[in-house]
């Protein structure tokens, strides 16, 4: 047994000995599910957010993110994996209800793009904060092309179980304040999960191809990958081009040094990113002909263009910084980016996917983490790159601990930490789904062919499908599946009534503004 698995069981039987293994599983768990508006031929859609699905500003479950077709579903959050799965399938039947001839693209990197022009910035009407949402996106435009608005993907939410809190806090430092435990803690779990995360690239990965036509505007790029046929490009042993080196990333973002030790590390030197000039977005002009390029010209315009595979969150009050609502009221969740779309999958995630990631992220708050130096930062970025460019390849090594090692060694380690976290979260219930996940998902390691990623390439293989076609008859299946199942009448009158009060509640704001845009924008950095 080594030293970390000997901790992990000291705190694991900390727990247990007090007889609370049963609050393991009470964590919340939410998603946040991105799928593009296309057209049955496949093309990126050209029309607004429908009115019916609601404000995209104010709706509490359909919104969108970066670009007008590229709607978001958020669920909240919920104890049981499988009520947090139920209410995401509810949004789609409902969506599906009011997207006449379109659908919802299935997989995570888009087709049916003609350049940046054919992606449309996502628009939240006139009030400031509607405003601010827009030119924000107009900013990423600039800085990084707007095709990079059409990928799509699925967040993971999750809050360790609120009753848990109170016994690692004795345990371990009763000096400290609850809330700076409980927030020195999640950055320990971020800190384990960005060491490991490489592992959800590999099992979870669904994006090992791209169509050629998504790099029309950045031709280049093309020149790093081989060519599957004449529409496709790909890896052979890729698994998460999305999560690669051709989305949001750039010169300044991978030079940033962000601190995750601390939370007041996390925020001051998050802060100082978007309080910093950058020469190339200074060129860019903040506002041309009085019409607003961006937000500001530093290497951040806000916190959330940071791109990470996690980040630590608070309930941000409206128009109020996340970075003052985690100075203010510490970590109350994280929410992991990492998530392909599972093609294969109607709502793109099953219930195997969550309950692997919840034991997943429980095992990394009750793993020592020590603390993350700059080097660790460029080996962590490595071993992702390496897994989402070739980590089915037969011998793929990773660095760890210093050292070169296969990725099944090290899997395999991983994966026999969490088998008696499974167990422990399957007590007092005979189907035993979290073990049953653990099994389903182990095989994987042994065989690649297992994953998803493959599964995709084999079925575009077995098809003679370009990923294109794969992606379209994928989203025309389920369309249909979709349209054959109507939501209950309950259901149904809530969504609608969720529609209706949202755009209440975007004119009500719209009405309320008093401060021009420019005093707005400043108030906002102000904080």
Same mark, same amino acid.
Request: charged residues 20%.
């Given at each position: 047994m080594n030293e970390q698995t000997r901790a992990l069981s000291s705190r694991l039987q900390f727990i247990?000995?007090?007889?609370?293994?049963?609050?393991?599983?009470? &964590? =919340?768990? $939410?998603? #946040?599910?991105?799928?593009?508006?296309?057209?049955?031929?496949?093309? /990126?859609?050209?029309?607004? !957010?429908?009115?019916?699905?609601?404000?995209?500003l104010t709706h509490p479950h359909i919104t969108t993110d970066y670009s007008e077709a590229l709607l978001e579903f958020i669920t909240p959050p919920q104890e049981k994996i499988e009520d947090t799965l139920d209410f995401l399938h509810n949004i789609h039947q409902f969506a599906?209800?009011?997207?006449?001839?379109?659908?919802?693209?299935?997989?995570?990197?888009?087709? &049916? =793009?003609? $350049?940046? #022009?054919?992606?449309?910035?996502?628009?939240?009407?006139?009030?400031? /904060?509607?405003?601010?949402? !827009?030119?924000?996106?107009?900013?990423?435009?600039?800085?990084?092309?707007?095709?990079?608005?059409?990928?799509?993907?699925?967040?993971?939410n999750y809050s360790v179980p609120e009753a848990i809190w109170p016994l690692l806090h004795e345990h371990e430092k009763?000096?400290?304040?609850?809330?700076?435990?409980?927030?020195?803690?999640?950055?320990?779990l971020i800190r384990n999960f960005q060491r490991q995360s490489w592992l959800i690239l590999y099992l979870f990965g669904a994006s090992p191809a791209i169509c050629k036509n998504f790099f029309k505007t950045r031709p280049h790029l093309m020149k790093a990958f081989d060519s599957y046929d004449e529409f496709t490009l790909f890896h052979p042993h890729a698994t998460s081009l999305r999560m690669s080196d051709i989305g949001y990333k750039s010169t300044n973002q991978s030079d940033l040094k962000i601190d995750y030790n601390s939370l007041h590390g996390y925020v001051d030197s998050l802060s100082a990113a978007i309080d910093t000039p950058y020469p190339e977005y200074e060129d860019i002009g903040?506002?041309?002909?009085?019409?607003?390029?961006?937000?500001?010209?530093?290497?951040?315009?806000?916190?959330?263009?940071?791109?990470?595979?996690?980040?630590?969150?608070?309930?941000?009050?409206?128009?109020?910084?996340?970075?003052?609502?985690?100075?203010?009221?510490?970590?109350?969740?994280?929410?992991?980016?990492?998530?392909?779309?599972d093609p294969?999958?109607?709502?793109?995630?099953?219930?195997?996917?969550?309950?692997?990631?919840?034991?997943?992220?429980?095992?990394?708050?009750l793993q020592p983490s020590p603390l993350k130096s700059q080097q660790?930062?460029?080996?962590?970025?490595?071993?992702?790159?390496?897994?989402?460019?070739?980590?089915?390849?037969?011998?793929?090594?990773?660095?760890?601990?210093?050292?070169?090692?296969?990725?099944?060694?090290?899997?395999?380690?991983?994966?026999?930490?969490?088998?008696?976290?499974?167990?422990?979260?399957?007590?007092?219930?005979?189907?035993?789904?979290?073990?049953?996940a653990w099994n389903t998902l182990f095989a994987r390691i042994e065989k690649q062919e297992l994953t998803t990623s493959a599964q995709?390439?084999?079925?575009?293989?077995?098809?003679?499908?370009?990923?294109?076609?794969?992606?379209?008859?994928?989203?025309?299946?389920?369309?249909?599946?979709?349209?054959?199942q109507a939501l209950s009448a309950s259901k149904k009158q809530y969504m609608d009534e969720l529609v209706r009060m949202s755009h209440a509640k975007q004119a009500q704001i719209e009405l309320a503004d008093t401060l021009s845009f420019d005093q707005y924008l400043h108030a906002y950095f102000a904080q």
């Open positions: 247990i000995d007090r007889q609370q293994q049963n609050l393991l599983t009470q &964590g =919340l768990k $939410g998603l #946040e599910k991105e799928s593009l508006r296309i057209s049955a031929e496949g093309r /990126i859609s050209q029309k607004n !957010h429908p009115h019916s699905l609601g404000s995209a599906y209800q009011h997207l006449d001839n379109e659908m919802l693209l299935a997989v995570s990197m888009p087709c &049916g =793009l003609n $350049g940046d #022009e054919s992606v449309r910035i996502a628009e939240y009407g006139t009030s400031n /904060i509607g405003k601010m949402k !827009h030119v924000y996106r107009r900013g990423l435009w600039h800085r990084y092309g707007r095709s990079m608005q059409a990928i799509a993907g699925i967040h993971f009763p000096s400290l304040s609850l809330q700076d435990f409980i927030s020195e803690a999640y950055f320990g903040i506002k041309v002909n009085s019409e607003y390029q961006q937000l500001n010209a530093n290497v951040l315009q806000i916190e959330n263009e940071y791109y990470s595979t996690v980040r630590p969150k608070q309930i941000a009050d409206t128009g109020e910084k996340p970075t003052l609502a985690l100075k203010q009221r510490g970590v109350r969740y994280v929410e992991v980016r990492s998530l392909d779309l294969f999958n109607p709502i793109g995630i099953d219930e195997t996917t969550g309950r692997f990631v919840e034991v997943f992220l429980l095992n990394c708050l660790d930062q460029k080996t962590n970025n490595a071993n992702q790159l390496t897994v989402a460019h070739r980590g089915r390849e037969q011998h793929v090594t990773l660095q760890h601990r210093g050292e070169s090692v296969k990725l099944k060694d090290w899997a395999n380690e991983i994966f026999m930490e969490l088998q008696p976290l499974c167990e422990l979260m399957d007590q007092g219930n005979p189907d035993t789904p979290y073990t049953q995709i390439l084999a079925h575009m293989t077995e098809h003679e499908q370009p990923f294109g076609q794969f992606g379209l008859t994928i989203s025309t299946n389920h369309r249909h599946y979709f349209k054959r």
